[in-house]
């Protein structure tokens, strides 16, 4: 509860680890064996589409050929490009 300007509790608070920079990047080595590609989400009027993963960036020889992320706004109707 707050009491005037004290929070009770919040002499307990611990402060976050930083794990990344002002511009996103990760403070501690990565794992070994881990590869970052940085994703771009791109909205329009029906809603988001995220590109998570092609077989053309030979991330792995595991037979996945693409992995998406989409978000749809109330109301619109997703186009599907086969």
């Known amino acids: 509860m707050i009491e ?3 929070v009770r509790g919040l002499d307990a608070a611990v402060k976050d680890v930083q794990t990344v920079t002002t ?5 501690q080595e990565l794992i070994h064996g881990v ?3 940085h994703a ?3 909205a329009d009027e029906r ?5 998570i ?3 053309r960036w030979e991330f ?7 992995v998406y992320v ?5 109301g619109s109707v997703p186009v599907i490009n086969r």
């Open 70 to 74: 989409v978000t749809l706004h109330p």
């Open 53 to 55: 993963y092609d077989e």
């Open 35 to 37: 590869r970052l590609r």
């Open 60 to 66: 792995t020889t595991d037979p996945v050929p693409y």
């Open 40 to 42: 771009t989400t791109h």
């Open 4 to 6: 005037g300007a004290h």
């Open 47 to 51: 809603g988001d589409l995220c590109e």
């Open 23 to 27: 511009t996103g990047e990760p403070v």
